[in-house]
Protein backbone atom coordinates (compact mmCIF):
# COMPACT_ATOMS: atom_id res chain seq x y z
CA UNK A 1 0.00 0.00 0.00
CA UNK A 2 1.29 3.56 -0.63
CA UNK A 3 2.20 5.66 2.62
CA UNK A 4 -0.22 8.58 2.83
CA UNK A 5 1.14 12.22 1.68
CA UNK A 6 1.62 14.50 4.29
CA UNK A 7 0.53 17.76 4.60
CA UNK A 8 1.67 20.36 7.48
CA UNK A 9 -0.62 23.07 8.23
CA UNK A 10 1.42 26.15 9.58
CA UNK A 11 -1.57 28.48 11.00
CA UNK A 12 -1.94 30.72 14.48
CA UNK A 13 -5.84 30.18 14.53
CA UNK A 14 -6.49 27.33 16.44
CA UNK A 15 -10.17 27.12 15.16
CA UNK A 16 -8.56 27.03 11.38
CA UNK A 17 -6.27 24.18 11.75
CA UNK A 18 -8.75 21.65 13.37
CA UNK A 19 -11.02 22.51 10.79
CA UNK A 20 -8.61 21.75 7.75
CA UNK A 21 -7.24 19.18 9.85
CA UNK A 22 -10.16 17.03 10.24
CA UNK A 23 -11.12 17.64 6.69
CA UNK A 24 -8.03 16.24 5.23
CA UNK A 25 -7.43 13.66 7.68
CA UNK A 26 -9.00 10.93 6.37
CA UNK A 27 -7.30 10.83 2.65
CA UNK A 28 -3.96 12.37 4.20
CA UNK A 29 -1.23 12.59 7.13
CA UNK A 30 -1.54 15.70 8.67
CA UNK A 31 0.64 17.70 11.09
CA UNK A 32 -0.16 21.07 12.81
CA UNK A 33 2.05 24.37 14.05
CA UNK A 34 0.74 27.58 15.52
CA UNK A 35 4.30 29.28 14.53
CA UNK A 36 6.92 30.01 12.53
CA UNK A 37 9.33 28.06 14.48
CA UNK A 38 7.41 25.42 15.10
CA UNK A 39 6.30 25.16 11.71
CA UNK A 40 9.75 25.01 10.28
CA UNK A 41 11.24 22.67 13.22
CA UNK A 42 7.89 20.36 12.27
CA UNK A 43 9.14 20.59 8.18
CA UNK A 44 12.33 19.70 9.09
CA UNK A 45 11.35 16.76 11.13
CA UNK A 46 8.51 15.14 9.14
CA UNK A 47 9.59 16.45 5.28
CA UNK A 48 5.52 16.97 4.37
CA UNK A 49 4.92 16.73 0.66
CA UNK A 50 2.76 20.27 0.88
CA UNK A 51 2.86 23.01 3.54
CA UNK A 52 -0.35 24.98 3.82
CA UNK A 53 1.48 28.33 5.05
CA UNK A 54 -0.48 31.57 6.55
CA UNK A 55 1.22 34.73 5.59
CA UNK A 56 0.41 36.51 9.09
CA UNK A 57 2.07 34.56 11.58
CA UNK A 58 2.76 36.08 14.77
CA UNK A 59 6.38 35.57 15.07
CA UNK A 60 7.99 35.73 11.59
CA UNK A 61 6.28 36.38 8.37
CA UNK A 62 4.83 33.52 6.34
CA UNK A 63 7.18 34.86 3.33
CA UNK A 64 10.41 35.10 5.62
CA UNK A 65 9.45 31.29 6.43
CA UNK A 66 8.41 30.57 2.47
CA UNK A 67 12.12 31.26 1.62
CA UNK A 68 13.74 28.99 4.66
CA UNK A 69 11.04 25.99 3.49
CA UNK A 70 12.39 26.25 0.12
CA UNK A 71 15.38 25.96 1.01
CA UNK A 72 15.13 22.53 2.17
CA UNK A 73 16.31 19.21 0.96
CA UNK A 74 13.57 17.31 -0.55
CA UNK A 75 11.78 20.86 -0.27
CA UNK A 76 7.90 21.04 0.26
CA UNK A 77 4.90 21.98 -1.87
CA UNK A 78 3.42 25.20 -0.36
CA UNK A 79 0.17 26.82 -0.60
CA UNK A 80 -0.01 30.03 1.34
CA UNK A 81 -3.19 30.97 3.23
CA UNK A 82 -3.98 34.60 3.25
CA UNK A 83 -6.63 37.15 4.58
CA UNK A 84 -8.52 39.04 1.45
CA UNK A 85 -6.49 41.87 2.18
CA UNK A 86 -3.11 40.63 1.74
CA UNK A 87 -3.15 39.82 -1.33
CA UNK A 88 -0.62 41.53 -2.65
CA UNK A 89 1.65 39.46 -0.61
CA UNK A 90 0.79 36.58 -2.59
CA UNK A 91 2.00 37.80 -5.73
CA UNK A 92 5.45 38.35 -4.24
CA UNK A 93 5.13 34.47 -2.38
CA UNK A 94 4.40 32.87 -5.73
CA UNK A 95 7.27 35.00 -7.19
CA UNK A 96 9.29 33.39 -4.45
CA UNK A 97 7.93 29.81 -5.68
CA UNK A 98 4.55 29.24 -3.88
CA UNK A 99 2.57 26.62 -6.23
CA UNK A 100 -0.76 28.27 -5.12
CA UNK A 101 -2.82 30.58 -2.50
CA UNK A 102 -6.33 30.39 -0.58
CA UNK A 103 -8.30 32.87 0.92
CA UNK A 104 -9.97 32.81 3.90
CA UNK A 105 -12.43 31.72 4.52
CA UNK A 106 -11.88 28.75 2.13
CA UNK A 107 -14.50 27.94 -0.28
CA UNK A 108 -14.33 23.74 0.36
CA UNK A 109 -14.57 22.69 -2.82
CA UNK A 110 -12.21 25.18 -4.39
CA UNK A 111 -9.47 24.01 -1.21
CA UNK A 112 -9.88 20.53 -2.11
CA UNK A 113 -8.94 21.08 -5.57
CA UNK A 114 -6.17 23.20 -4.75
CA UNK A 115 -5.12 20.45 -2.12
CA UNK A 116 -4.85 17.82 -5.07
CA UNK A 117 -3.01 19.90 -7.84
CA UNK A 118 -0.72 20.56 -5.10
CA UNK A 119 0.23 17.08 -4.06
CA UNK A 120 -0.09 15.98 -7.69
CA UNK A 121 2.74 18.43 -7.99
CA UNK A 122 4.38 17.44 -5.29
CA UNK A 123 4.66 13.92 -7.19
CA UNK A 124 6.28 14.97 -9.72
CA UNK A 125 8.31 17.02 -7.92
CA UNK A 126 9.50 13.71 -6.22
CA UNK A 127 9.87 12.00 -9.13
CA UNK A 128 12.29 14.71 -10.74
CA UNK A 129 14.52 14.45 -7.48
CA UNK A 130 14.17 10.75 -7.80
CA UNK A 131 15.59 10.94 -11.29
CA UNK A 132 17.83 13.26 -11.27
CA UNK A 133 20.07 11.29 -8.20
CA UNK A 134 19.51 8.19 -10.47
CA UNK A 135 21.28 10.10 -13.57
CA UNK A 136 23.49 11.50 -10.18
CA UNK A 137 24.47 8.27 -9.12
CA UNK A 138 24.38 6.72 -12.99
CA UNK A 139 27.20 9.51 -13.58
CA UNK A 140 29.11 7.77 -10.63
CA UNK A 141 28.84 4.31 -11.55
CA UNK A 142 30.66 5.08 -14.63
CA UNK A 143 33.00 7.43 -13.28
CA UNK A 144 36.32 6.92 -15.17
CA UNK A 145 39.25 7.46 -13.36
CA UNK A 146 42.47 8.06 -15.17
CA UNK A 147 44.48 11.00 -16.38
CA UNK A 148 47.63 9.17 -18.22
CA UNK A 149 47.51 10.78 -21.83
CA UNK A 150 46.66 7.03 -23.43
CA UNK A 151 43.98 6.70 -21.36
CA UNK A 152 42.42 10.46 -21.97
CA UNK A 153 42.69 9.85 -25.33
CA UNK A 154 40.78 6.35 -25.09
CA UNK A 155 37.88 8.21 -23.05
CA UNK A 156 37.69 10.78 -25.99
CA UNK A 157 37.47 8.78 -28.59
CA UNK A 158 34.73 6.87 -26.87
CA UNK A 159 32.94 10.25 -25.88
CA UNK A 160 33.47 10.87 -29.67
CA UNK A 161 32.12 7.41 -30.84
CA UNK A 162 29.13 7.76 -28.69
CA UNK A 163 27.94 10.63 -31.13
CA UNK A 164 26.95 8.35 -33.91
CA UNK A 165 23.77 5.73 -32.76
CA UNK A 166 25.18 2.92 -35.11
CA UNK A 167 28.86 3.06 -35.78
CA UNK A 168 30.46 -0.32 -34.47
CA UNK A 169 33.23 0.37 -31.96
CA UNK A 170 35.29 -2.51 -30.58
CA UNK A 171 37.53 -1.91 -27.71
CA UNK A 172 40.80 -3.49 -27.14
CA UNK A 173 42.41 -4.63 -23.95
CA UNK A 174 43.75 -7.14 -21.36
CA UNK A 175 40.88 -8.00 -18.62
CA UNK A 176 39.93 -5.54 -16.27
CA UNK A 177 41.11 -2.93 -17.91
CA UNK A 178 37.76 -1.16 -17.89
CA UNK A 179 36.60 -2.22 -20.96
CA UNK A 180 32.91 -3.01 -19.85
CA UNK A 181 32.69 0.03 -17.95
CA UNK A 182 34.00 2.04 -21.34
CA UNK A 183 31.07 -0.08 -23.37
CA UNK A 184 28.69 1.72 -21.08
CA UNK A 185 30.05 4.97 -21.14
CA UNK A 186 29.49 4.92 -24.89
CA UNK A 187 25.85 3.47 -24.39
CA UNK A 188 24.84 6.19 -21.72
CA UNK A 189 26.39 9.16 -23.91
CA UNK A 190 25.33 8.02 -27.32
CA UNK A 191 21.72 9.23 -28.35
CA UNK A 192 20.65 5.33 -27.56
CA UNK A 193 20.78 6.39 -24.07
CA UNK A 194 16.80 5.97 -23.29
CA UNK A 195 16.86 2.48 -24.40
CA UNK A 196 18.25 -0.89 -23.23
CA UNK A 197 22.36 -1.82 -22.91
CA UNK A 198 22.82 -5.76 -23.16
CA UNK A 199 26.10 -7.52 -22.55
CA UNK A 200 26.54 -11.14 -23.41
CA UNK A 201 30.32 -12.83 -22.51
CA UNK A 202 30.72 -14.78 -25.60
CA UNK A 203 33.73 -16.89 -23.73
CA UNK A 204 31.25 -18.57 -21.36
CA UNK A 205 28.50 -20.33 -22.97
CA UNK A 206 28.78 -22.99 -25.68
CA UNK A 207 27.90 -21.88 -29.23
CA UNK A 208 24.40 -23.03 -29.21
CA UNK A 209 23.36 -21.28 -26.34
CA UNK A 210 24.98 -18.02 -27.55
CA UNK A 211 22.82 -18.47 -30.49
CA UNK A 212 19.78 -19.33 -28.63
CA UNK A 213 20.65 -16.05 -26.22
CA UNK A 214 21.22 -14.04 -29.15
CA UNK A 215 18.38 -14.73 -31.64
CA UNK A 216 15.46 -16.28 -29.10
CA UNK A 217 13.56 -19.28 -29.89
CA UNK A 218 10.04 -19.99 -30.53
CA UNK A 219 8.30 -22.26 -28.28
CA UNK A 220 9.58 -26.21 -28.91
CA UNK A 221 12.18 -24.97 -31.41
CA UNK A 222 15.13 -27.92 -30.02
CA UNK A 223 15.03 -30.12 -27.20
CA UNK A 224 15.11 -28.58 -23.74
CA UNK A 225 13.75 -25.21 -25.18
CA UNK A 226 11.43 -23.84 -22.92
CA UNK A 227 7.55 -24.51 -23.74
CA UNK A 228 6.85 -20.59 -24.04
CA UNK A 229 9.80 -19.94 -26.42
CA UNK A 230 12.48 -17.10 -25.40
CA UNK A 231 13.00 -13.20 -25.88
CA UNK A 232 16.65 -12.98 -27.58
CA UNK A 233 19.08 -10.58 -26.65
CA UNK A 234 19.03 -8.92 -30.00
CA UNK A 235 15.45 -8.16 -29.01
CA UNK A 236 15.93 -7.04 -25.32
CA UNK A 237 18.19 -4.79 -26.84
CA UNK A 238 15.95 -3.16 -29.62
CA UNK A 239 16.70 0.66 -29.66
CA UNK A 240 19.86 0.22 -27.43
CA UNK A 241 23.23 -0.91 -27.24
CA UNK A 242 24.44 -5.05 -27.52
CA UNK A 243 27.73 -5.33 -25.51
CA UNK A 244 29.38 -8.15 -26.99
CA UNK A 245 32.46 -9.16 -25.01
CA UNK A 246 35.28 -11.47 -25.21
CA UNK A 247 33.83 -11.07 -29.07
CA UNK A 248 36.48 -13.42 -30.57
CA UNK A 249 34.70 -16.26 -29.12
CA UNK A 250 31.64 -15.69 -30.86
CA UNK A 251 31.31 -18.95 -33.15
CA UNK A 252 31.48 -18.90 -36.83
CA UNK A 253 27.81 -19.26 -37.47
CA UNK A 254 26.37 -17.17 -35.34
CA UNK A 255 29.14 -14.47 -36.68
CA UNK A 256 27.93 -15.32 -40.05
CA UNK A 257 23.91 -14.52 -38.44
CA UNK A 258 24.58 -11.42 -36.49
CA UNK A 259 26.38 -9.78 -39.54
CA UNK A 260 23.51 -10.38 -41.55
CA UNK A 261 21.40 -8.73 -38.63
CA UNK A 262 23.75 -5.99 -38.97
CA UNK A 263 22.99 -5.47 -42.34
CA UNK A 264 19.67 -6.06 -42.53
CA UNK A 265 18.63 -5.08 -39.52
CA UNK A 266 16.09 -8.16 -39.51
CA UNK A 267 16.28 -11.69 -38.15
CA UNK A 268 14.03 -15.11 -37.29
CA UNK A 269 14.33 -16.32 -33.87
CA UNK A 270 14.97 -20.00 -33.91
CA UNK A 271 12.16 -22.02 -35.25
CA UNK A 272 10.16 -19.07 -35.96
CA UNK A 273 9.15 -18.31 -39.75
CA UNK A 274 8.06 -14.83 -38.41
CA UNK A 275 10.44 -11.76 -39.17
CA UNK A 276 11.54 -9.62 -36.44
CA UNK A 277 13.01 -5.80 -37.09
CA UNK A 278 15.36 -4.59 -34.98
CA UNK A 279 17.71 -1.80 -34.51
CA UNK A 280 20.94 -1.70 -32.53
CA UNK A 281 24.58 -0.37 -32.03
CA UNK A 282 27.03 -3.30 -30.87
CA UNK A 283 29.93 -2.30 -28.81
CA UNK A 284 32.11 -5.60 -28.52
CA UNK A 285 35.19 -6.56 -26.47
CA UNK A 286 38.09 -8.37 -27.17
CA UNK A 287 41.61 -9.16 -24.87
CA UNK A 288 43.54 -10.62 -27.93
CA UNK A 289 44.21 -8.50 -31.77
CA UNK A 290 40.80 -9.33 -33.05
CA UNK A 291 42.62 -8.60 -36.37
CA UNK A 292 45.27 -11.28 -36.14
CA UNK A 293 42.38 -13.17 -35.53
CA UNK A 294 40.99 -12.33 -38.78
CA UNK A 295 44.26 -13.13 -40.52
CA UNK A 296 44.34 -16.39 -38.56
CA UNK A 297 40.92 -17.46 -40.30
CA UNK A 298 39.42 -17.38 -36.95
CA UNK A 299 37.20 -14.45 -37.44
CA UNK A 300 35.01 -13.26 -40.37
CA UNK A 301 36.85 -10.21 -41.73
CA UNK A 302 33.60 -8.39 -43.21
CA UNK A 303 32.12 -9.14 -39.61
CA UNK A 304 34.93 -7.33 -38.03
CA UNK A 305 34.89 -4.29 -40.60
CA UNK A 306 31.67 -3.70 -39.11
CA UNK A 307 32.04 -4.41 -35.65
CA UNK A 308 35.50 -2.69 -35.69
CA UNK A 309 34.62 0.90 -37.42
CA UNK A 310 36.39 2.56 -34.29
CA UNK A 311 38.78 1.07 -32.76
CA UNK A 312 39.88 2.06 -28.97
CA UNK A 313 42.60 0.12 -27.17
CA UNK A 314 42.41 0.50 -23.76
CA UNK A 315 46.45 0.17 -21.87
CA UNK A 316 46.76 -1.98 -18.77
CA UNK A 317 47.55 -0.37 -15.38
CA UNK A 318 50.96 -0.74 -15.57
CA UNK A 319 51.66 1.60 -18.27
CA UNK A 320 49.76 4.26 -16.53
CA UNK A 321 51.13 3.54 -13.27
CA UNK A 322 50.26 7.54 -12.56
CA UNK A 323 46.73 5.86 -11.94
CA UNK A 324 47.01 3.91 -9.64
CA UNK A 325 46.55 6.11 -6.59
CA UNK A 326 43.78 8.11 -7.50
CA UNK A 327 42.25 4.92 -8.90
CA UNK A 328 43.09 3.18 -5.40
CA UNK A 329 41.79 6.46 -3.78
CA UNK A 330 38.90 6.23 -5.67
CA UNK A 331 37.85 2.60 -4.81
CA UNK A 332 39.00 3.36 -0.99
CA UNK A 333 36.02 6.69 -0.51
CA UNK A 334 33.28 3.94 -2.24
CA UNK A 335 34.29 0.72 -0.05
CA UNK A 336 33.89 2.78 2.90
CA UNK A 337 30.92 3.82 2.21
CA UNK A 338 29.57 0.18 0.99
CA UNK A 339 31.13 -1.14 4.83
CA UNK A 340 30.76 1.75 6.73
CA UNK A 341 34.41 1.72 7.53
CA UNK A 342 36.54 5.42 8.02
CA UNK A 343 40.02 5.55 5.65
CA UNK A 344 41.51 8.57 5.27
CA UNK A 345 44.61 7.45 2.74
CA UNK A 346 47.01 5.80 2.16
CA UNK A 347 50.20 5.23 3.63
CA UNK A 348 53.14 6.16 1.51
CA UNK A 349 54.79 3.37 1.94
CA UNK A 350 51.96 1.51 1.04
CA UNK A 351 51.39 4.08 -2.09
CA UNK A 352 55.03 3.20 -3.23
CA UNK A 353 53.98 -1.13 -2.63
CA UNK A 354 50.63 -0.23 -5.28
CA UNK A 355 52.56 1.96 -7.45
CA UNK A 356 55.42 -0.98 -8.24
CA UNK A 357 53.36 -3.92 -8.35
CA UNK A 358 52.39 -4.97 -11.70
CA UNK A 359 48.81 -5.64 -12.15
CA UNK A 360 48.31 -8.23 -13.93
CA UNK A 361 44.48 -8.48 -12.99
CA UNK A 362 44.47 -4.68 -13.96
CA UNK A 363 42.15 -1.92 -12.28
CA UNK A 364 40.10 -4.86 -11.38
CA UNK A 365 42.34 -6.60 -9.40
CA UNK A 366 43.71 -3.02 -7.58
CA UNK A 367 39.62 -2.28 -6.86
CA UNK A 368 39.49 -6.32 -4.97
CA UNK A 369 42.73 -5.32 -3.16
CA UNK A 370 41.17 -1.87 -1.54
CA UNK A 371 37.99 -4.05 -1.29
CA UNK A 372 40.00 -6.94 0.78
CA UNK A 373 41.70 -4.12 2.67
CA UNK A 374 39.00 -2.37 3.73
CA UNK A 375 36.68 -5.33 4.29
CA UNK A 376 39.36 -7.00 6.64
CA UNK A 377 41.37 -3.82 8.54
CA UNK A 378 40.19 -1.45 11.18
CA UNK A 379 41.90 1.77 10.51
CA UNK A 380 42.29 5.03 8.69
CA UNK A 381 45.28 4.54 6.58
CA UNK A 382 46.23 1.82 4.57
CA UNK A 383 49.62 0.32 5.44
CA UNK A 384 51.58 -2.18 3.33
CA UNK A 385 51.11 -4.64 6.08
CA UNK A 386 47.63 -4.58 4.90
CA UNK A 387 49.39 -5.07 0.97
CA UNK A 388 51.64 -8.44 2.31
CA UNK A 389 49.51 -10.62 -0.18
CA UNK A 390 50.84 -8.36 -3.00
CA UNK A 391 54.38 -9.48 -2.50
CA UNK A 392 54.99 -12.39 -4.19
CA UNK A 393 53.67 -11.19 -7.50
CA UNK A 394 55.87 -8.89 -7.53
CA UNK A 395 57.35 -10.43 -10.93
CA UNK A 396 57.20 -7.70 -14.20
CA UNK A 397 57.66 -4.81 -12.12
CA UNK A 398 60.15 -2.21 -13.70
CA UNK A 399 63.06 -1.05 -11.93
CA UNK A 400 63.23 1.61 -9.47
CA UNK A 401 65.63 4.53 -9.61
CA UNK A 402 68.39 2.82 -7.41
CA UNK A 403 67.76 -0.48 -9.35
CA UNK A 404 68.33 1.22 -12.57
CA UNK A 405 71.57 3.12 -11.29
CA UNK A 406 72.82 -0.53 -10.07
CA UNK A 407 72.09 -1.98 -13.30
CA UNK A 408 73.91 0.63 -14.95
CA UNK A 409 77.57 -1.29 -14.45
CA UNK A 410 76.62 -4.62 -16.43
CA UNK A 411 79.63 -6.01 -17.01
CA UNK A 412 80.32 -5.99 -20.98
CA UNK A 413 81.02 -10.11 -21.93
CA UNK A 414 78.25 -11.47 -20.34
CA UNK A 415 75.83 -12.17 -16.96
CA UNK A 416 74.17 -15.12 -16.84
CA UNK A 417 71.03 -13.93 -14.84
CA UNK A 418 71.41 -16.73 -12.43
CA UNK A 419 74.82 -15.50 -11.62
CA UNK A 420 73.79 -11.78 -11.17
CA UNK A 421 70.86 -13.29 -8.97
CA UNK A 422 73.37 -15.14 -6.77
CA UNK A 423 75.17 -11.57 -6.35
CA UNK A 424 72.28 -9.93 -5.51
CA UNK A 425 70.92 -11.77 -3.01
CA UNK A 426 74.77 -12.52 -1.42
CA UNK A 427 75.30 -8.47 -1.56
CA UNK A 428 71.86 -7.92 0.03
CA UNK A 429 72.76 -10.46 2.79
CA UNK A 430 75.80 -9.08 3.63
CA UNK A 431 74.23 -5.08 3.55
CA UNK A 432 71.56 -6.53 5.48
CA UNK A 433 74.32 -7.66 8.63
CA UNK A 434 73.00 -10.95 7.82
CA UNK A 435 70.17 -11.33 8.82
CA UNK A 436 67.40 -12.72 6.67
CA UNK A 437 63.87 -10.74 7.95
CA UNK A 438 65.58 -7.55 7.07
CA UNK A 439 67.42 -8.68 3.84
CA UNK A 440 63.87 -10.43 2.67
CA UNK A 441 62.55 -7.08 3.30
CA UNK A 442 64.82 -5.17 1.02
CA UNK A 443 64.41 -7.46 -1.81
CA UNK A 444 60.53 -7.50 -1.08
CA UNK A 445 60.43 -11.29 -1.53
CA UNK A 446 58.67 -13.20 1.29
CA UNK A 447 61.42 -14.39 3.72
CA UNK A 448 60.71 -18.68 2.29
CA UNK A 449 61.83 -17.37 -0.82
CA UNK A 450 65.28 -16.21 0.47
CA UNK A 451 65.59 -18.82 2.14
CA UNK A 452 64.95 -21.42 -0.84
CA UNK A 453 66.86 -19.09 -2.86
CA UNK A 454 69.97 -19.00 -1.06
CA UNK A 455 69.94 -22.61 -0.18
CA UNK A 456 70.12 -22.92 -4.14
CA UNK A 457 73.13 -20.83 -4.37
CA UNK A 458 74.89 -22.38 -1.36
CA UNK A 459 74.73 -19.11 0.21
CA UNK A 460 73.48 -20.57 3.50
CA UNK A 461 77.06 -20.72 5.40
CA UNK A 462 79.03 -17.57 3.17
N1 LIG B 1 39.06 4.04 -15.17
C1 LIG B 1 38.30 3.46 -14.26
N2 LIG B 1 37.74 4.19 -13.28
C2 LIG B 1 37.00 3.60 -12.33
N3 LIG B 1 36.74 2.29 -12.29
C3 LIG B 1 37.25 1.50 -13.24
C4 LIG B 1 38.06 2.05 -14.28
N4 LIG B 1 38.42 1.04 -15.10
C5 LIG B 1 37.88 -0.07 -14.60
N5 LIG B 1 37.16 0.19 -13.49
C6 LIG B 1 36.47 -0.81 -12.65
O1 LIG B 1 37.25 -2.00 -12.70
C7 LIG B 1 36.44 -3.16 -12.77
C8 LIG B 1 36.75 -3.95 -14.04
O2 LIG B 1 36.34 -3.21 -15.19
P1 LIG B 1 35.57 -3.87 -16.44
O3 LIG B 1 34.68 -4.99 -15.99
O4 LIG B 1 34.97 -2.79 -17.22
O5 LIG B 1 36.84 -4.49 -17.17
P2 LIG B 1 36.88 -5.36 -18.52
O6 LIG B 1 38.04 -4.87 -19.28
O7 LIG B 1 35.54 -5.37 -19.18
O8 LIG B 1 37.21 -6.81 -17.95
P3 LIG B 1 37.00 -8.24 -18.68
O9 LIG B 1 37.82 -8.21 -19.95
O10 LIG B 1 37.57 -9.21 -17.67
O11 LIG B 1 35.53 -8.41 -18.91
C9 LIG B 1 35.02 -2.67 -12.71
O12 LIG B 1 34.62 -2.70 -11.35
C10 LIG B 1 35.12 -1.23 -13.19
O13 LIG B 1 34.06 -0.45 -12.68
Not at 321 to 327: F, G, K, Q, V
Request: charged share 30%; with cysteine; net charge negative.
Amino acid sequence: MRAKQKILIIDDEAGFRGAIKRFLEKDYSVEEAESAARGFEKAVETEPDLVLLDIGLPDQSGLDLLDRLKSLRPSPTVVMVTAYEQVRDVVQAMRKGAFDYLVKPVDLEEFELTVKHALENASLRNEVDRLRREVERLHRVHKLVGSHPAFLEAQELAIKSAQSADAGVLLQGESGVGKELFARLIHSSSPRSAYPFVALNCAVFSPEIIESELFGYERGAFTGARTEGKQGLLEAADGGTLFLDEVIDLPAEVQAKLLRVLEEKEFYPLGSTKKKRVDIRVVSACNRDLWEACEAGEFRRDLYFRLATIRIFLPPLRERREDIIPLARFFLEQLNDKYMKRFRDISPEAQGLLRSYSWPGNVRELRNTMERVVLLEDEELVLPRHLHFLTPEMAGVPPSDSALAFLSELPEEELPLEEAERMIIQKAYEKCGRNKSKTARYLRIPRHVLVYRMKKYGLEDT
